[in-house]
């Protein structure tokens, strides 16, 4: 790069000149506070491109670290989910990475405070340093993702990889990404199989993307089937309507595909005060798979969350193994599971 001398590792300076802005906006944007001042999403991403083309790194010791192995892989969430009993939902993701990275030769590093603000949610960042840069790589997971950080990471060449699919505009992050697209046409057409034409939606008010994996899998599958929904969550609407339960009462539905275990019971309870029983009258299915003591219960789909963290791990070791392959994203079938909820119509 012109001015910059020959052997001397880039500065935030020469990102500024690089990407034609003030070397302000560069601490900004690298210290995580752009959105505050409301700096352009294309001002970022210029000094983002910057930041990948000069190999520049905030922290000194990580810039030396960058050619080392240490043998550690990170595992960062982004809210508190590290789990307080075995129901909860990470822990077989934890699980599954701990043992594949025992089976590797890896040590597991785990951020639990790294930048914590007052929120509750957790940073990579703070002081324009990325506190990853211990690990060789880390595995991403959590439902409250900051896509700016993943995209800062993925920028500045960080190996990293994220459990579930998030979209982060201008960066292909690698992903290991559950099939719940796939898994959700696979319902449908197993309660279509058992002679199911009239069919409802219960939507979560959530929107992510899994969330929209399922919602996509789910349309798709009516459609291809020429089958009929008119609820409310099939139109886009959260959480259960009661005027369209007694809808359903009345013969409107014979199968409920649901998003969470939650709104099953919730269904289940509704349903009952109308005197309607699953799945006599009734068949449901959910989205989401149920925990330990209700496996089997509702027929559903798995989350095949051990295998997951296995696969992060062995994805990451490939990518540290060769920096230079592009690095891909995976998608992960979920099984069905039977469950006592789908009978045919009667």
């Not at 459990?163 to 505009?169: L, Q």
């Not at 449908?188 to 992510?208: I, K, N, Q, S, T």
């Amino acid at each position: 790069m012109t001015g910059q001398r020959r052997g001397r590792a880039p500065n935030q300076a020469d990102v500024a000149r690089l990407a034609g802005v003030s070397q302000s906006a560069v601490s900004r944007v690298i210290s995580g506070d752009a959105a505050t001042v409301r700096i352009s999403e294309e001002t970022r991403r210029r000094v983002f491109d910057a930041v990948k083309e000069l190999g520049y790194v905030a922290n000194p010791a990580a810039r030396a670290m960058r050619n080392q192995r240490n043998n550690l892989l990170g595992v960062h969430t982004f809210e508190r989910v590290f789990p307080h009993a075995r129901e909860d939902f990470y822990f077989e993701f934890l699980l599954g990475i701990e043992e594949r990275a025992e089976e590797t030769g890896f040590d597991l590093v785990l951020f639990t405070s790294t930048g914590a603000g007052g929120d509750g949610e957790r940073k990579i960042y703070r002081g324009g340093t990325n506190r990853l840069n211990l690990a060789d790589g880390s595995i991403l997971l959590g439902v409250a993702t900051d896509r700016g950080e993943l995209a800062r990471l993925w920028y500045e060449g960080y190996t990293f990889v994220h459990i579930g699919r998030r979209e982060v505009p201008g960066a292909e992050i690698p992903q290991i990404i559950p099939d719940y697209r796939t898994a959700s046409g696979q319902i449908v057409e197993r309660l279509a199989d058992h002679g199911h034409r009239r069919f409802g939606y219960v939507r979560d008010w959530l929107e992510l993307e899994p969330y929209a994996d399922r919602r996509t899998g789910y349309a798709e599958a009516v459609a291809r089937l020429g089958l009929t929904d008119t609820s409310p969550g099939h139109l886009g609407m959260a959480d259960l309507d009661q005027a369209w339960l007694d809808e359903v009462a009345d013969g409107a539905a014979t199968a409920i595909v649901v998003e969470s275990v939650r709104l099953a019971e919730s269904l289940r309870d509704g349903l009952a005060c109308r005197g309607r029983k699953i799945p006599e009258d009734v068949s449901v299915a959910v989205l989401e798979g149920a925990s330990a003591d209700l496996a089997g219960q509702w027929a559903s789909l798995e989350i095949p969350r051990k295998e997951i963290g296995r696969i992060a791990v062995d994805q990451l070791h490939a990518m540290l193994d060769d920096p230079g392959k592009r690095a891909e994203s995976v998608l992960v079938p979920c099984p069905l599971v039977p469950g006592a909820t789908i009978a045919a119509v009667s």
